[in-house]
């Protein structure tokens, strides 16, 4: 094991060499376009196209694979889900409701569709980052035509009450979107049993490659498309299709669901060593996010007493991440954390553990030893030493 180390998996995941090399043949020996139907190299590429749908389908458990449109990945997915159900259904209402700890990418598509007169409901949550599903069934009107509820928070690893807030917009028959962008391949999802009408999920969250993703959208349901051109994915998402992505994507989609089960409990048991590691020598360290409702592979932790951009800019080689955002102006604690109602000093001091299908025993006993070492030159430095540290990492 050398160092660095990489702790990160929210953020991205590297690609399983199993992945790889189901990839490899599509770049340059069977490189064809997968819409070309008069020879033998599209046919390859849009059978090649074909298998990667139906697994990619059977990881979410969508009856057909005609429901799963190829995109560039979740940020796609989430535009393409939020702005084309409010285009589509504009004669039954303008009306969205989510959540206030969604991803940007939806937080922001419902922005811009703000700005275009379409009412948004940001519904709050509570301490652990849960939404109440009766405050989803509170807040749908005559008007409203989508719901959207991320099924994994990528901060704070919450896992919502995806399925019984299915129940409620089914019996009031509006659209159930969900960013599903880290629970897919990390936890067990049935677009069925849960009653969602589009999943949004991406490649490199799960050990595939990065620009390639999906989005779910279950048959009948009607979406505006919001790129214009050649009318594949059946007029959803025109462009020609990335191939070797779309193989990978389905390669490492059937990876989770044949190794999902084994793989959660191996990185459960140890995310709770490394958790168990650090408080046992650490004091005042709070957990964020839910105790149990939550990821097996999310850890995070508010240091009292330190900024988290200090303790990772002394902490170079154990790659984790803040959710804290750089503006131009400041540095912004995580929306996420605040919405929880983490108090701004501890939001600062908060670290994001991401672990994954490759981490090891002996990364997490070398990162809980770095942590505790280092959260411990932090606490002792005075805050200026600590802005110092922060403003010579010139990240912001
Ligand atoms: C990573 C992530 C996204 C963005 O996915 P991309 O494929 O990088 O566009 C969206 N939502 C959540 C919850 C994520 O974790």
Redesign the pocket.
């Known amino acids: 094991m050398r160092p660095p180390i990489y702790l990160d998996y929210?953020a991205t995941t590297p690609v399983d060499p199993r992945v790889l090399e189901a990839m490899l043949p599509f770049f340059s020996e069977q490189f064809g376009n997968a819409a070309s139907r008069t020879h033998v190299f599209g046919w390859r590429a849009a059978e090649a196209v074909d298998a990667a749908r139906a697994q990619v389908a059977a990881l979410i458990g969508a009856r057909s694979p005609e429901e799963i449109v190829f995109t560039s990945?979740?940020?796609?997915s989430?535009n393409l889900a939020i702005k084309g159900v409010v285009q589509a259904c504009r004669d039954k209402g303008n009306h969205v409701i989510t959540v206030t700890t969604e991803?940007r990418?939806v937080l922001d598509a419902c922005k811009r569709l703000e700005q275009d007169g379409v009412s948004v409901t940001c519904l709050p949550v509570d301490p652990h980052g849960m939404v109440s599903p009766d405050a989803v069934r509170a807040a749908i009107t005559d008007r409203t035509v989508l719901v959207s509820v991320?099924a994994a928070n990528?901060e704070v690893g919450t896992l919502a009450p995806l399925a019984e807030i299915g129940r409620i917009t089914r019996e009031r028959r509006v659209l159930l979107h969900t960013?599903a962008?880290?629970a897919a391949g990390r936890i067990p999802l049935d677009v069925e049993a849960l009653g969602v009408d589009l999943l949004s999920f991406?490649a490199?969250?799960l050990c595939g490659p990065k620009g390639i993703?999906a989005l779910y959208v279950r048959r009948g349901v009607r979406v505006s498309p919001q790129m214009d051109g050649g009318g594949h994915e059946s007029g959803l998402r025109s462009g020609t299709l990335n191939v070797p992505g779309v193989v990978g994507f389905g390669k490492a989609c059937e990876i989770c669901r044949q190794e999902m089960a084994e793989e959660t409990a191996r990185v459960r048991r140890l995310r709770d060593r490394l958790h168990a590691a650090i408080t046992e020598s650490l004091e005042k360290v709070f957990l964020n996010g839910h105790p149990t409702e939550r990821l097996a592979g999310n850890l995070n932790l508010s240091f009292a007493g330190t900024a988290a951009e200090a303790v990772m800019a002394t902490m170079k080689d154990v790659a984790v991440s803040s959710a804290s955002a750089c503006t131009t102006a400041a540095v912004e604690p995580s929306h996420v954390l605040r919405a929880m109602g983490v108090k701004r000093l501890l939001a600062h001091s908060s670290i994001r553990f991401g672990l994954g299908r490759f981490t090891t025993e002996e990364n997490v006993d070398y990162a809980a030893r770095r942590v505790i070492e280092v959260v411990r030159e932090v606490r002792a430095m005075p805050s200026m030493e600590q802005l110092a540290l922060i403003a010579a990492r010139d990240r912001c």
């Open positions: 929210h990945g979740a940020t796609e989430d991803h990418a991320m990528n960013d962008a880290q991406t490199h969250k993703g």
